[in-house]
């Protein structure tokens, strides 16, 4: 069955506490990517990357991190979390650029 | 800044109607548009993509871009209540990257 995995599904942390959210793809997609959805602001995208080692910015990078070193993982890196980073985090892969799968979602808050 | 603009709805459409979403997109070379369905609670699933101005059918669901009036819409024919949801639009910007912008989305609802 093709999937997109997150882990954490849900994340309580406190401000400045390092954290990760991986992501694994099992469709040997070259595209990967991370967003996050806000109420009233849809989603927007952190970073995504086209190929291992290779990674660009999105549209929301500031505060983030990511890495690309097998083609089926793209973990996410708050590296010192804010509460303003409180929000639904997605990722997705796809062929071509194109978002085309998306995980369930991770909540994260961080007090 | 590149936008993606949707009316927020909500749109509600009797059971059986055409239901017409729409978007615009401010970045005028953009050549890659989506439409995703986000039930409430769940991830967001794509339903279709369009690359050139034209309409393109899939199903119950039609997608049609105008590049020069910088306008994509979905249609949804013989609606029904299970496509209740929210819509969303998307756009990756041209100058060489895969950078995509989402609109905030259009809520659905459809009447049984």
């Known amino acids: 069955e093709a999937q997109v995995t997150q882990n954490p599904r849900y994340l309580i942390t406190v401000t400045g506490k390092k954290l990760t959210v991986t992501c694994s793809q099992n469709?040997?997609?070259?595209?990967m990517s991370w967003y996050r959805q806000d109420p009233g602001l849809g989603l927007r995208q952190i970073y995504y990357?086209?190929?291992?080692?290779?990674?660009d910015k999105g549209d929301v990078p500031e505060g983030y991190k990511v890495s690309r070193k097998e083609k089926r993982n793209f973990p996410l890196i708050l590296e010192s979390p804010s509460p303003n980073q409180t929000s639904l985090y997605f990722c997705?892969?796809?062929?071509?650029?194109?978002?085309?799968?998306f995980g369930d979602g991770t909540r994260l808050s961080i007090l | 800044q590149k936008e993606v603009e949707q009316n927020s709805g909500p749109l509600s459409v009797p059971e059986g109607a055409i239901a017409s979403l729409n978007c615009t997109y401010s970045?005028?070379?953009?050549?890659?548009f989506f439409w995703y369905r986000q039930y409430s609670g769940k991830s967001p699933e794509l339903i279709m993509s369009?690359?050139?101005?034209g309409d393109k059918e899939d199903g119950r669901f039609t997608a049609q871009l105008n590049k020069a009036s910088q306008y994509v819409s979905l249609l949804i024919r013989d609606s029904q209540p299970s496509d209740s949801a929210t819509y969303l639009c998307?756009?990756?910007?041209?100058?060489?990257?895969?950078?995509?912008?989402f609109g905030a989305g259009t809520r659905l609802f459809v009447k049984a």
């Open positions: 997705a892969s796809g062929e071509g650029g194109q978002p085309q799968h």
């Open positions: 469709m040997n997609h070259e595209y």
């Open positions: 990357s086209m190929n291992v080692e290779a990674t």
């Open positions: 970045d005028r070379g953009s050549q890659s």
């Open positions: 369009i690359y050139s101005n």
């Open positions: 998307a756009v990756t910007l041209s100058g060489g990257g895969f950078k995509t912008i």
